[in-house]
């Protein structure tokens, strides 16, 4: 068998040509970028313009940071066809790679215009309008990728990115336009509640309602506010000014339900919690809310489905484990029962071996 270096000297006849690619490839597998970038340049010998050789080698050449010896073969194949399928957005990422982001975006926006469903082209036109200070832009391509694999963590990382950065940036745009006005009073009340500085959020909250009585959400953003800083009566106060607002209000039906819960007002929390879930059914621990809200008044049956819908969005709730280990005993179904204790002590557990091993770890950097 001839090593790579034979091969690379060896002289290469057409025949020869399908073993040395698929040689190539086998050394790409193995991460071998310098050795498949040897058999792919001697296979070029034989086929010069062969744009999937010339492909291969700008990927392994972009794989070991050569990225302008891999634009010059990106660029190549895109003299002779400038729509050759995924040449562009290869191109767009050694583009990006060296901050050269307006011609990322560029060679990204022509394999978009080719294969319009291309994810990794849309992927880094985002980054690179982002990098470049588009932020809605990149945004609006972020959530079309999203649309389209919703469990994707990297998009989902880069939309939060983004929309922090976006937020910024607006907020910045605001306080030069108006510094003093009850917007930027607002914004800075956000702000301060977000470093949980909470007295000062407060403080500029009451600014915006003396500047503006009627300024829009600002109930419920003193409600969240208060109940963050466990004042619930107060937080209850100002909730039930927004629902008299409006009364399908998700959020301050939500909050409010959590005050009333935590009261054992259960069956006035029940239709609060029937309207956010309307909105937002994919709230789960507003089910773990309703849920204790019908064990406590007594429908249990209907509680144990409720439960059953918060376990279908997260298996690992604990407190749902426990809600049901209580309600099938006191229903009778012992065998249920202590399934879910059991489950819900093996999660305590895990919890547990989890924040061991995070204060393990954080003792080791000291």
Request: hydrophobic content about 40%; aromatic content about 8%; overall charge negative.
């Amino acid at each position: 068998m001839l090593m790579i270096s034979e091969l690379i000297h060896a002289q290469v006849t057409p025949s020869s040509l399908e073993g040395l690619l698929a040689r190539a490839i086998e050394l790409e597998k193995s991460k071998d970028y310098g050795g498949a970038e040897g058999l792919y340049k001697k296979a070029l010998l034989t086929s010069p313009d062969d744009p999937e050789i010339l492909k291969r080698l700008g990927l392994v050449c972009q794989q070991q940071g050569k990225h302008d010896e891999s634009i010059e073969v990106f660029r190549k194949i895109l003299k002779r066809a400038p729509v050759y399928p995924g040449a562009n957005a290869f191109l767009a990422i050694s583009y990006y790679a060296l901050n050269k982001f307006d011609k990322a975006i560029e060679s990204s926006q022509q394999e978009l215009t080719g294969n319009p469903k291309d994810k990794q082209a849309r992927y880094y036109l985002s980054l690179a309008l982002s990098a470049s200070g588009r932020l809605f832009e990149a945004i609006q391509h972020l959530e079309t990728l999203q649309n389209d694999d919703p469990k994707n963590l990297a998009v989902i990382y880069q939309l939060v990115v983004d929309y922090k950065a976006a937020a910024q940036q607006a907020s910045q745009r605001l306080a030069r336009m108006a510094p003093d006005s009850e917007f930027s009073h607002a914004i800075r009340a956000e702000v301060l509640a977000d470093s949980e500085r909470f007295d000062e959020a407060v403080a500029e909250f009451n600014e915006v309602l003396r500047r503006k009585p009627d300024f829009p959400g600002i109930h419920l953003a003193l409600g969240q506010l208060h109940w963050r800083r466990k004042d619930l009566e107060k937080s209850q106060e100002e909730l039930r000014l927004a629902l008299a607002e409006d009364p399908n209000q998700p959020l301050a039906n939500y909050y409010l339900a959590d005050i009333l819960v935590t009261d054992k007002e259960f069956l006035r929390a029940i239709p609060h919690l029937e309207i956010t879930l309307s909105i937002y059914p994919e709230l789960t621990r507003a089910y773990w809310l309703l849920g204790k809200c019908l064990a406590g008044s007594g429908r249990e049956e209907q509680a144990i489905d409720v439960f059953k819908k918060a376990l279908a969005q997260d298996p690992n709730y604990k407190e749902v484990h426990f809600q049901l280990h209580e309600l099938y005993g006191r229903l009778g179904d012992k065998t249920a029962s202590q399934r879910h204790f059991q489950i819900f002590e093996q999660l305590i557990r895990e919890s547990q071996n989890q924040d061991r091993e995070v204060l393990q770890r954080s003792q080791q950097k000291r």
